[in-house]
């Protein structure tokens, strides 16, 4: 049975850092993209980050480019999703997703591209 849990969320003033973890079980996860997506009150769920299979490829919402870093560590099952300087804009509740495959460019932010996921970790930018 497939299992994604996240990690990390919290309250965090603006400018501040976050770092999100996506612990999986019961799949291997080298065989998995990944993804981060959110969803913010009142907003449709949008792709944040994506990692994949092979680590060559990795791909940034316009939004969160050069303030947000996925990584992935493969032996360890995890996922990771660095946030700095983070806005107010950027609350919403955080979610990882595994897809058995490859995702490209103009497929990764599509949330029904993926197969499995987790049940979110909210994350609050405010002073």
């Known amino acids: 049975q497939l299992q994604l849990v996240e990690s990390g969320g919290g309250l965090v003033q603006p400018g501040g850092s976050l770092r999100l973890s996506c612990a999986v079980s019961?799949?291997?996860?080298?065989?998995?993209?990944m993804g981060w997506f959110r969803q913010a009150p009142g907003k449709e769920r949008e792709g944040v980050s994506y990692i994949s299979r092979s680590l060559l490829s990795t791909y940034y919402a316009e939004s969160v480019k050069g303030r947000f870093t996925i990584s992935r560590d493969n032996a360890k099952n995890t996922v990771s999703l660095q946030m700095n300087s983070l806005k107010p804009e950027d609350t919403a509740v955080y979610y990882c997703?595994?897809?058995?495959?490859?995702?490209?460019?103009?497929?990764?932010?599509?949330?029904?591209?993926?197969?499995?996921w987790g049940q979110g970790t909210q994350v609050t930018v405010s002073s």
């Open positions: 019961g799949f291997n996860l080298g065989s998995y993209g």
């Open positions: 997703a595994a897809v058995a495959g490859h995702l490209y460019s103009s497929t990764w932010s599509k949330s029904y591209n993926y197969n499995s």
